[in-house]
């Protein structure tokens, strides 16, 4: 609020001391004075002191001096006050024949805005010597000129002014002529041959002198002529103008060899003293290069392009002489009439760019206006386009400011493209444009904004620590160091949560990294709040919400809860024999870690030592009869159940059930496994005795039965007798096929071998057929050899 007040305050002083300039425009501007030729960086005068200014004053407001031709002569040290040369000045180039030669000046200043007039004379000095346009003269004055007459000489051209003009003529000694002076219209001065005494043709027909024309510089500087005086005979009638005075008004662009006026005149003489022929006498050289005479008819005709704004009037002396050497003299008044030929100008000062947006009203550019044409064709008109936030106030002397109609927005549009121009008022009517480009620089007033409120990311659990998770992004209106966004991560609501050992984000592109490896049972999800801070002065920031997910992966196994698989002694279920089909044995509880369909828990039925007799419900591990029982099925049975879960990969876990049939529940269980390996060890020492009975008997039949075994072979490839063949096709009755549901991914051939003394026909072996090896069936009771797929 402050700076907004300030701001005020400034725009206030500004307007006031522009009116105050305003007020001063009638106040006697500052006259300075300096030689032509003199060099660059010579002194002028102390602006400050002659203005009443202080010197410090100069350099607070940023006084600056412009020229209303847009070129910068003059250079003011704003530090001293003082003026000085900024080039050579030639005052012949800068004003020509015009005296004084004055420059104009416009002293600007700012805070507040003020102009102040300055006035520069040009002084002359004795640059340059008188020089006749003719190097030769000839004049033939006829013999019966009185004594007294006055004959007409061209004059000398200096291009100094004032008393560094021509001054005086003189001619060398002779004893009939001397020099008188004279005054044309425009101020020059001409000499004229004065008779002191009569010619003679017979005596002397020509006379011949030097004629010396002097400036009034110190030293004086000169310049000389041949003069040539041919005596001829008497002509004593001169020639007439029919006017004395002719005046002529033409425009500006007449084309070129138009006819401007005819001037005549008669002479009463014949013959060759009555020719007349016509010239311009004593004109200057802008007249001898604009105009032309014809000799014979008196035509003045357009030589060269006229220029109002130059010259706006000639006064042409036209002199008529007969063939005699008599002349007579009329006066030619040709005024230039000014035509619509000069477009406006546009002189611009200073431009303010880049203006800071949110800045109140402040003045853009400072130019100047100006037309070379006159009148009407000099009244200008200024003009913006309406569909911008400047405008255009007019100032003193076609000076006018650019300033902005409020406050400016970057974001909204960062530069304008002004057209300004300039129209006379003339016909037909003329025009300037000139097209600035005003910047507006980038102030800090934009919050980061996020593409998203919130941010969902999901991660899938286990990963790899330093794992790129995802990326927040936030954008800044603004822009340089305004608009570069840097990320942080904030506190989040949950004070236990350890974030700072969970995620990182790089600060310069919003990348978030898993920074350890995350455990969905442990934490299934977990949000923090991220915040955005551009690097302006004063910074700004804005926050958004993170949601990270973490994605259960299939990373446990199932766990049998029931029954336990410790290696203690196994549990045994009891079946009646009286169960009927359907009688729910046992269930398996198992339970996963995991969620979704990685949780998802299917039982099957691996191994069985009587396969059709035992099933297990897929889905919630339920183990019951699938048939009637019968008393020859055996009274032990081992159940192999496999538990898989859903996942990819699927994981298992695998439980082995006891099953105990009982005709009653009072019936005492089976041996022990102590006992049963005891018997186990007897049933080996009858196996041994049997071999060794057969061994020596077979040595009787060897002959015979290698015989026959090396026939059999050759004729099938098959085992030779004794061993357990596995035919082709569907399974005979004493092989099974297990799986969970009654087949496996691979199918399985078992043998059962059953012992020929057992009362009970126990479920004593159990294992996968393997081509052309003879199985081991003892005639005894062994343990349990079970084969299981290398997936289990």
Known sequence: MENEGGGTRWIRQVLLFVLLGMSQVGSEPGRFSVAEEMQSGS???????????????????????????????????????????????????????????VLYFQLLMKNPMQFL????????????????????????????????????????????????????????PNSHFHIKMRVNPDNRKYPELVLDNALDYEEQPELKFILTALDGGSPPRSGTAFVLVMVVD?????????????????????????????????????????????????ASGDIRKTFEINQKSGDVRLKASLDF???????????????????????????????????PEIA??????????????????????????????????????????????????NYYTLETERPLDRESQAEYNIIITVTDLGTPRLQTQQNITVLVSDINDNVPAFTQTSYTLFVRENNSPALHIGTISATDRDSGTNAQVTYSLLPPQDPHLPLASLVSINADNGHLYALRALDFEALQAFEFPVGATDRGSPALSSEALVRVVVVD????????????QNGSAPCTELVPRAAEAGYLVTKVVAVDGDSGQNAWLSYQLLKATEPGLFS???????????????????????????????????????????????????????????????????????????????????????SVLLFVAVRL??????ASVGRCSVPEGHFPGHLVDVSGTGTLSQSYQYEICLTGDSGTNDFKFLKPIIPNLPPQCPGKEMEENLTFPSSF
């Not at 002569?73 to 530090?79: E, G, I, S, W």
């Not at 004594?147 to 001619?171: C, H, M, P, R, W």
């Not at 008669?266 to 060759?272: F, N, P, R, T, V």
Request: proline share 5%.
């Open 43 to 101: 002194f002028v005068g102390n602006l400050a002191k002659d203005l009443g200014l202080e010197v410090g004053e100069l350099s607070l407001r940023e006084a600056r001096v412009v020229s209303n031709d847009n070129k910068q002569r003059l250079q003011l040290n704003t530090n001293t006050g003082d003026l000085l040369l900024s080039e050579t000045l030639d005052r012949e180039e800068l004003c020509g024949s015009t005296e004084p030669c």
């Open 117 to 172: 007039r300055i006035e520069l004379e040009v002084r002359d000095i004795n640059d340059h010597s008188p020089v006749f346009l003719e190097k030769e003269m000839l004049l033939e004055i006829p013999e019966n000129s009185p004594v007294g007459a006055v004959f007409l000489l061209e004059s000398a051209k200096d291009l100094d002014a004032g008393v560094n003009a021509v001054k005086s003529y003189t001619i060398s």
């Open 234 to 282: 008497i002509n004593d009638n001169s020639p007439q103008f029919e006017k004395t005075f002719y005046e002529v008004t033409i425009p500006e662009n007449n084309v070129l060899g138009s006819l401007v006026v005819t001037v005549s005149a008669w002479d009463l003489d014949s013959g060759i003293n009555g020719e007349i022929s016509y010239s311009f006498s004593h």
């Open 309 to 343: 704004e130059a010259i706006d009037s000639y006064s042409i002396i036209i002199q008529a002489t007969d063939g005699g050497g008599l002349f007579g003299k009329s006066t030619v008044r040709i005024q230039v009439m000014d035509v619509n030929d000069n477009a």
């Open 348 to 397: 611009v000062s200073s431009i303010t760019s880049p203006i800071p947006e949110n800045w109140p009203e402040t003045v853009a550019m400072v130019f100047s206006i100006r037309d070379k044409d006159s009148g009407e064709n000099g009244k200008m008109v200024c003009s913006i386009p309406e569909d911008l936030p400047f405008l255009l106030k007019s100032s003193v002397e």
């Open 553 to 564: 992966a299939n990373d446990n196994s199932p766990f049998v809860l029931y029954p336990l």
């Open 616 to 702: 297990v419900w897929a889905h919630n591990g339920e183990v019951r009869t699938a048939r009637l029982l019968s008393e020859r099925d055996a009274a032990k049975h081992r159940l192999l159940v496999l538990v898989k879960d859903n996942g990819e990969p699927p994981l298992s876990a695998s439980v082995t059930l006891h099953v105990l049939l009982v005709d009653g529940f009072s019936q005492p269980y089976l041996p022990l496994p102590e006992a049963a390996a005891e018997q186990a060890q007897a049933d080996s020492l009858t196996v041994y005795l049997v071999i060794a009975l057969a061994s020596v008997s077979s040595l009787f039949l060897f």
């Open 713 to 718: 072979c050759r004729r099938d490839g098959a």
